[in-house]
């Protein structure tokens, strides 16, 4: 969230950020309601104040009686004015808390100025589309003449948007985690397996929450959600704490299962496993100190990191500049990685890269010491290393061979016992 005192101060910077980010939130009536609270809050400090006036002079009175009968008067009818005014200021606060965590973050001025994913613009691409003198299959035939796939006992176990991965296939998805989590932590990251339920104060902290609940599976009875990636574990992780600059920036590769609702998406990439309810993902996490330049140079690294994971799988794709309206709230600046998919001609989203300044880390109060002691919110940065099954469609398509088979690229090859390719099982 941003800090109070900055949108008090620059309420229409604030404003051009929520008509950028394609916002609802009304600065005008936010900042209404915080002058509602100031107000009642100097109230309420105005009548402590003459509650321990009035407590010292009781103590003063000595003997007289009806001076101090008066005083004690006077203090019950502070203390019943009180006991009227303080619920309102606490209801009043938590009213003004939760307006905050809707306020957008400022976007980077290098951000594409736009409204949806149809603004976003392409700043570099990588690698040659395929050519095919064969009948082009996509993702899901793929998978079904390979059994790589059950969609149907899927369905019947959990429901629409559920996939059982069979045979090859979940050797693939395993030697892809595998891979990139390697790949990541002979960077130096920290390797991370986080758990896949988190707190509520994790969404907050995250962003996910308040907007976002929509699309949060709730444990029943229980403070705890699953969570739709290892960032918000992360995140939750150093809540409330106090880091030394030495320890900056932490750098971590983390692995959990997800989950998300897809709510809002009927009828949207029903065929496959494009979109699904359950997908198991590597996040790459970044903390560092409170720098506008140290955030973009880890922003860049991210990007990259995740580029040279998909070229080692040979898949060609393109980097977008995502636009403001379709980076969401708590974003500076964000990057898309998109892969080719052949079968239908254009570049999908299989990794973001965001970084949020210090956004995340106010929402959940992680600090740390700068070099001259002085107490600062760190920047926190993500981004997707892989997310499977998400990951497979490109990779099956790009590398689909005549014969019905799938080439596997080299750089899984050690993970998947030398196999150089997915057959079906009969073959």
């Known amino acids: 969230m941003l800090d109070l005192g900055f949108i008090r101060t620059h309420p229409e910077l604030v404003k051009e950020a929520v008509r950028l980010k394609q916002s609802d939130f ?31 002079r009781i103590g003063q009175a000595g003997k007289d009686k009806e001076l101090r009968e008066s005083l004690i008067a006077q203090g019950k009818q502070l203390a019943a004015r009180l006991k009227e005014l303080e619920p ?15 306020v957008p973050q400022i976007p980077d001025p290098s951000a594409p100025v736009g409204a949806g994913e149809e603004d976003n613009v392409p700043v570099r691409y990588w690698g040659e589309k395929p050519q095919f003198d064969f009948p082009l299959l996509d993702h899901y035939t793929l998978m079904q003449k390979l059994d790589l796939v059950d969609m149907e006992r899927a369905a019947k176990i959990a429901g629409s948007r559920s996939y059982v991965l069979k045979g090859d296939a979940a050797r693939l998805e395993m030697a892809l985690l595998h891979f990139a989590f390697d790949r990541i932590a002979a960077k130096g990251f920290t390797p991370l397996i986080v758990p896949a339920m988190a707190r509520e104060f994790c969404f907050i902290g995250n962003g996910q929450f308040p907007r976002g609940r929509d699309q949060v599976y709730a444990l029943e009875g229980e403070d705890t959600f699953l969570v739709g990636t290892a960032e918000v574990s992360i995140t939750g992780m150093f809540k409330d704490e106090i880091l030394s600059y030495e320890e ?5 590769v983390g692995f959990c299962p997800c989950f998300r609702k897809e709510a809002g998406t009927y ?17 790459q996490y970044v903390i560092c100190e409170a720098s506008h330049e140290e955030s973009v140079r880890w922003h860049e690294q991210l990007i990259r990191n995740a580029e040279e994971l998909v070229q080692a799988l040979e898949i060609p794709y393109r980097v977008v500049n995502v636009c403001t309206g ?23 989203e299989t990794h973001s890269c965001s970084y949020f300044h210090d956004w995340q880390a106010r929402r959940v109060n992680i600090r740390y010491r700068d070099r001259d002691g002085k107490v600062k919110f760190v920047h926190t940065l993500n981004n997707t290393a892989i997310a499977s099954p998400r990951i497979l469609i490109p990779l099956l398509e790009n590398h ?8 596997i690229p080299e750089a899984l090859r050690p993970y998947l016992g030398g196999q150089e390719v997915l057959r079906p099982r009969h073959s």
């Open 400 to 407: 689909q061979q005549p014969d019905g088979s799938v080439r």
């Open 248 to 252: 900056l920036p932490l750098t971590f």
């Open 26 to 56: 009304d600065v005008d009536q936010f900042l209404a309601l915080d002058r509602q609270v100031l107000e009642l809050q100097h109230q309420v400090e105005a009548l402590r104040a003459e509650q321990n006036q009035l407590s010292k």
């Open 267 to 283: 009828g949207k990439d029903t065929r496959g496993v494009f979109r699904v309810h359950q997908f198991n993902k590597v996040e």
């Open 88 to 102: 309102q200021l606490e209801a009043l606060t938590e009213q003004r808390q939760q307006l905050l965590y809707l």
């Open 326 to 348: 379709d980076m969401g709230d708590g974003k500076v600046g964000m990057y898309d990685l998109e892969c080719w998919v052949p079968s239908e001609g254009r570049y999908r």
